[in-house]
């Protein structure tokens, strides 16, 4: 059994924002396991905000890389140990070096420069995570790095015509996604994408929630929370950002294509986040 500790606590009220007594309780039923701590609160309704994901403290950029064609690109999170060396011009040549790298050459090895980097700066630096993505027909990769270089972004967007991915409302419209999903974090393009085992957990959140209200009240409620989940996490349900959530991100979809004469479409994204550690 973890120790539950003050840091602990204050951990899970910043991921929930529950009472701090609640969020103690929660701890010790689940042995200080802090995502199942996450999920007690939420059944029992206490928990007012539970973030996709829980996140270390450490510092670094994101960065990324398209080729030219703009057909592939990667993204890259580089960790370090300081905001200051985060902000070192070397340091962030370096970042854009091993985007470069990665972007042209998946499997190419970055330990050399990396170690190189470790003996200039005097602290520990890793490349964490990356991820490359490749058009297979028509369409383009986009990517988005939000100021500060904490959130970074890739879309793949595709087309039914080549003629269509240079036009400037095409490119206005990838442009747009990638500002959406720096924005609105979803975790998947459609519904169908999100895994299964979340949207059990989340009628599981839901059913336990109304567990007292009539059995045909409480499938219509759980029904309409796992509505609003999908909405959330889902790009294509999501409020369009830039329309200020008038319509939604698939209706504006439905607008451009119909504008430019062709199908277009969301085929995949990556969002970054520094020191972001997907919840298990």
Known sequence: MAEITSDLIVKLRQLTNAGMMDCKRA???????????????RKRGQATAAKKALREAREGIIVQHLLPGSRAGVLVEVNCETDFVAKNESFRAFCDSVARSLASDPPADVEAARVEQVAKTGENIRVARHQRLEVAGNGIIAAYIHTGSKIGVLVEVSAGQPATVEQEAFKQLVRDLTLQVAAASPIAVSRDRVDPALVAKEREIGAEQVK??????????????????????????????????EITVRE?????????????????????????????
């Open 27 to 41: 701890l010790v039923e689940t042995q200080g396991d802090l995502t199942a701590a996450v999920d007690v609160l």
């Open 212 to 245: 007292n209200k009539p059995p045909q009240a409480m499938a219509k409620i759980v029904e309409g929370k796992l509505e609003k989940f999908f909405q959330t996490v889902c790009l294509l349900d999501q409020g369009f950002v830039k329309k200020n959530s």
């Open 252 to 280: 504006h979809l439905a607008q451009v294509a119909k504008q430019l004469g062709d199908e277009v479409g969301i085929q995949r994204f990556v969002r970054y986040q520094v020191g972001e550690v997907p919840a298990a």
